[in-house]
Every structure is written in C-alpha cells, then in structure tokens.
C-alpha cells in the first residue's frame, strides 16, 4: 500500500478543506500530554462528518466514545446554533481530558459528555425520550458495535445518518476465521447490514493520515 502517497494527499485535502484551528490542534496535544491513546478521526473525517451533518440540517447528534472531544468538537460545530451534542465516554480520565477541551473550544453549552458504558446509558436515553437524534456516531469499543447500531435504530428516526468508525479495519475484515475482537465485532455489524432493510448503508473505505480503515455511512429509511 502507498501509504506515504495516502498521507501526502490526505494532508493536501485537509490543508485546502479542514484545517484545524488551535482547538483542535490543543485537543490532539491534550492526548499525548494524558497519556491517552492518538485514536480521533483525523481532519479530514472531522470534516467528513460535517458534511453529512450539515446536509441533514441537524440539530441533535449523538456520539458514542469521546475520547479527548476531538470528534465532539468537528461535531459541535457542524450542528444548528441551538443544537447539541450527547457525547457518552465509558472511561472518567478521557471525560475530563475530554470537558477540558470542550470547554476551551468554547463549546460546553452545545455539548453534554455522559460518563458511563454506552450499553448502560442507552436504554436510559430511550428511557428518557430526548431522541430521535439527528445525526449518530458510533466509535466507542468495538465488540458491541452491532448492539450499539441496534440502539441507534431505536434512538433515530427516518432520515437520521448513522457514521460508524474503524469497520474495516486495514483490511482484517476479510479473515473470517478473525480471533480479534475488534475484528469480530465489526464484521457482525457489517453482515448485519447486508440483511437489514430498515437503513440504506455503505461502507466507505479510508486512506491517509490514519491506519487504512472504513466507515459505515447509514441512512434510516
Ligand atoms: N470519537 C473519538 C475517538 C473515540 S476512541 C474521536 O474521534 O475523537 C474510543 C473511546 O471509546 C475511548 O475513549 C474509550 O474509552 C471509549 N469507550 C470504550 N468502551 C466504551 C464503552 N463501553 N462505553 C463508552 N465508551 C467507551
Ligand atoms: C481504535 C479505536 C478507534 O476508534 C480508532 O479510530 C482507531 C483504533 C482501537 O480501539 O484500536
Ligand atoms: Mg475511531
């Protein structure tokens, strides 16, 4: 793979199309700075996610794994002034890490970082009838992820776009004897897809700055 090349053009589009300002550039210090692992969607996906937030005008999104707030913030920003972000962390040193950075971005009215397993906090946001979310993001741990696709179903509504991170995994998906968890986790989500007519789905493969991966982009029908 030309990953040099991927990285070349990759800085080439972020340099023209999502260039970071210091609150960004803050939050991706902050990690090294806490020991916290370099695992943000780079410029690009940020930038990537707002296009799609911006296209389904909205207003509420829902993000699963905050880690630093760097995908939070790209998020923020895109949505409508009175609109928010529900961003859950299961881990309280990347929550912090995370509202410190949130905070200096100058976004804390627009976002609410819940700390908890996203597996115990989303029957709670059903619970609570605060959905439908207009945009939903998954990227906490991986083994779950079908269970968190099958939430984000019951927290959305006709039209809401579901963005799942890291699905291909440089390509470990296509080894289905897989003993990775990670690996495992996403191809169950994937297959699920194939079979699922309730959303329109692709799976978008990811070049650049970043290891070789994939999103899920999904559209509830
Ligand atoms: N979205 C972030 C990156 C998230 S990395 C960005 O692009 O900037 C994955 C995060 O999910 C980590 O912070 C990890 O602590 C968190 N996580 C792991 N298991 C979780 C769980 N069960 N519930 C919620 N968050 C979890
Ligand atoms: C991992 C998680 C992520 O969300 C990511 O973007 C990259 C790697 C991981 O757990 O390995
Ligand atoms: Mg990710």
Redesign the pocket.
Known sequence: MNTELFSKVDNYISSLLAVEDEALKNTIASLNNNRIPQ???SPNQGKFLQVLIKACNAKNALEL?TLGGYSTIWIARALAEDGKVITLEFDEHHAKVAQENIDNAGLSHKVEIMVGKALDILPSLIADQIAPFDFIFI?A??PPYAKYFEFALKLARKGTIIVC??VIREGKVLDKNSDDE?VKGVQILNEMLSENNKVTSIILQTVGV?EY?GMVVAVVN
């Open positions: 695992q943000s969607i794994g990227d741990d991986k991170d890291n990670k970043k991966d």
